[in-house]
Nanobody, 119 residues
Framework: QVQLVESGGGLVQAGGSLRLSCAASGRTLKTYDMGWFRQAPEKERVFVAR????????YYADSVKGRFTISRDNARSTVYLQMDSLKPEDTAVYYC????????????WGQGTLVTVSS
């Protein structure tokens, strides 16, 4: 059974930083690409960043490029999202997930972690 537990969210002022963690279980992490997604109030969940199984191939949404850094520790079954230079528009619930071969996330989601950026 897939289990995804996100943590590290909180309230931060614009320009600040947060580091999110995602503890993943139920699948062998090192065989999957992993992604971070976010859902702002009243909006759909959208892609933020992805990292391939080895950590060497990374993609970011244009809105976070240059400010966010995704990484992974396969030995710890954990994926991270370092968020710097945060903006109020980054306010959202952040989720991680395994990515299927077609690049889409699994249907199972964790509870997410709320990031609130004040202006």
């Amino acid at each position: 059974q897939v289990q995804l537990v996100e943590s590290g969210g909180g309230l931060v002022q614009a320009g600040g930083s947060l580091r999110l963690s995602c503890a993943a279980s139920g699948r062998t992490l090192k065989t999957y690409d992993m992604g971070w997604f976010r859902q702002a109030p009243e909006k759909e969940r959208v892609f933020v960043a992805r990292v391939n199984w080895s950590g060497r191939t990374i993609y970011y949404a244009d809105s976070v490029k240059g400010r966010f850094t995704i990484s992974r520790d396969n030995a710890r079954s954990t994926v991270y999202l370092q968020m710097d230079s945060l903006k109020p528009e980054d306010t959202a619930v952040y989720y991680c997930n395994y990515l299927k071969l077609d690049g889409n996330p699994l249907d199972a989601w964790g509870q997410g972690t709320l990031v609130t950026v004040s202006s």
